[in-house]
């Protein structure tokens, strides 16, 4: 009977229109013919299971059979296979299509970390010559270190985060034009809600008091699910107490040891080293980003300052944690997830200045970037200013970037030239 269902399944898929031929594209780049098992990992609901199809779309505009496409999500809730059911996967599709090998196909296991022992199964199938595969987990039971391990050098990850602001203004069927005053007003007006609201992709149209319960559910989810279930964290107002005081910090320097201090005084009973794993935790879900003080010694990088990161404006603001009214955090959070879209190896830079962002590529620092509101204060002006050309002069640089909300100038000072630009046309450059 389960073989049946299967065959149902599998079948359902290739006669019905693809749901990626409603959605929009996201601009991530994922290749598919590595001959690597690819692995999508990213927070919950930005956009995994979309992107999937947004592939299998891509193989069929190439002319790839629809029958060679293998499309299973692991949470239909007829499925509920065990282990040793996996092979009755594969067994379903060869009654069904006995003319294909399976060396031809591609697998897109959705949500696979469902079934006990996936990894061994995967593991065997793409050992047998199946290297067209691809899947995503939830954060509960997957996660990207967990993946490297589990599929021993056969997997490639990709991390998919909410929506750029690129990404945003396509779903909201805008083209900009950073060129056209009237294009860069619209810009700007969109630009103001990206700020504000974020860009997890479901809420993007929702008004405001529906974008907000939504968003509460997702950090619903991932306290019940993904901390509580996956971790089995046992003190629930400890763990709350935790999260906000964390990502009511984003942007800040993060100390966990006056937030334990904090929980002492306030009757909380919670060791310190469970405040650590809390917020290890926090980041392998997605809920919050580390981002470290550059130093020589790798050691004092990872045992130095840290800063703090939230994974969506929105979120925050769904929270009520008092963030909306900030600009500068908005912006700081906004170009910090940006440069983590773009993969790159981001410190903070700080000795008697700062400076926000320092790009790293190899041994060498590579690019210095100062995010401010306006330049026009002249106090901040110059605190910007000392901080991005003290940065510049300690490894070498000859050019710095200040990102603002709208202001836009050049400047040469001491043969440093730094960059002001506004915004939305670092993020569409």
């Given at each position: 009977m389960k073989k049946e269902l299967l065959k149902q399944i599998i079948r359902d898929f290739h006669v019905t229109p693809l749901p990626a031929l409603k959605l929009k594209r996201r601009t991530l780049q994922v290749p598919v013919d590595t001959g690597k098992i690819i692995t999508l990992v990213g927070v919950r609901r930005s956009g995994k299971t979309s992107y999937l199809?947004?592939?299998i779309e891509d193989l069929l505009n190439k002319s790839v059979p629809v029958n060679t496409v293998l499309y299973v999500n692991f949470e239909?809730?007829?499925l509920n296979l065990k282990t040793e059911e996996l092979d009755l996967l594969m067994r379903s599709y060869q009654e069904l299509y006995p003319d294909i090998q399976l060396e031809e196909c591609y697998f897109f296991f959705d949500e696979i970390q469902n079934i006990d022992g996936w990894d061994t199964f995967v593991r065997r199938i793409y050992d047998k010559g199946m290297k067209n595969i691809f899947i995503t987990g939830s954060n509960a039971r997957f996660l990207s270190r967990e993946i490297a391990t589990a599929l021993r050098g056969r997997t490639i990850c990709y991390e998919v985060f909410p929506l750029s602001f690129h990404e945003y203004l396509n779903f909201k069927g805008i083209v900009p034009d950073v060129n056209s005053t009237k294009s860069i007003a619209h810009i700007n007006h969109h630009l103001v809600d990206y700020l504000k609201n974020g860009g997890f992709p479901e809420v993007i149209d929702y008004d405001a008091p529906l974008r907000n319960r939504v968003l509460q559910e997702y950090f619903n989810v991932m306290i019940y699910r993904d901390l509580l279930e996956r971790y089995e964290i046992k003190n629930l107002p400890a763990l709350k107490f935790f999260l906000k005081r964390i990502l009511s910090s984003a942007t800040k320097l993060i100390s966990v040891n006056n937030i334990?201090?904090?929980?002492?005084?306030?009757?909380?009973?919670i060791g310190k080293s469970q405040l650590y794993e809390n917020l290890d935790a926090c980041v392998n879900i997605y809920l919050a980003q580390i981002l470290r003080k550059h130093t020589k010694s790798p050691v004092d990088r990872e045992l130095g300052d840290k800063k703090i990161y939230a994974i969506d404006n929105g979120l925050l603001n769904s929270l009520d944690y008092?963030?909306?009214?900030?600009?500068g955090k908005a912006l700081e959070q906004v170009v910090f997830l940006e440069l983590r879209r773009r993969e790159q190896?981001?410190?903070?830079y700080k000795d008697k200045s700062e400076c926000d962002f320092i790009i790293r590529h190899g041994i060498e620092i590579t690019k210095a970037i100062q995010v401010s509101v306006a330049m026009s204060d002249e106090k901040t002006r110059k605190r910007e200013i000392r901080g991005l050309t003290d940065c510049c002069n300690e490894f070498g640089l000859q050019k710095g970037l200040i990102?603002?909300?709208d202001s836009s100038e050049e400047l040469d000072l001491n043969g440093i030239k730094i960059s002001i630009v506004p915004l939305f046309r670092w993020l569409l450059s």
């Open positions: 199809f947004n592939l239909d809730e007829r334990y201090n904090e929980l002492k005084s306030s009757g909380f009973k008092k963030f909306s009214d900030d600009t190896e981001i410190y903070f990102i603002t909300r």
